[in-house]
């Protein structure tokens, strides 16, 4: 199982990044997947995930402004994430819970 996350950067409050997460090494399709991310000093936690059905479930934080999607041909997981804040900079990370398989990681940045 590899997941590589990609798309992180740094930007100023307000803007919008992308992040996508290639699975590969298993039935992507088969797997719920997920976000999460690390902010420094805190412990990890779950951003957004999206089911096999395509149902999503979003933390409290990011509702409204975040958008887990996925799209199994091409075995990738993506996370479009608007009006970025300073409090959403850490490492995002891709997960899948029943592998329990992470990818490295991207580091988002998000400072004036």
């Known amino acids: 199982v590899q997941l590589q996350a990609s798309g992180g950067g740094s930007v100023r409050p307000g803007a919008s990044l992308r992040l996508s997460c290639a699975g590969t090494?298993?039935?992507?399709?088969?797997?719920?997947v997920a976000w999460y991310r690390q902010a420094p000093g805190k412990q990890r936690e779950m951003v957004a995930r999206?089911?096999?059905?395509?149902?999503?479930e979003y933390a409290d934080s990011v509702k409204g402004r975040f958008t887990i999607s996925r799209d199994n041909t091409k075995k990738t997981l993506y996370l479009q994430m608007d009006t970025l804040k300073p409090e959403d900079t850490g490492i995002y990370y891709c997960?899948?819970?029943?592998?329990?398989?992470w990818g490295p990681g991207t580091q988002v940045t998000v400072s004036s």
């Open positions: 997960y899948v819970p029943t592998l329990h398989s």
């Open positions: 090494g298993f039935a992507f399709s088969a797997y719920n």
């Open positions: 999206i089911l096999i059905n395509a149902d999503t």
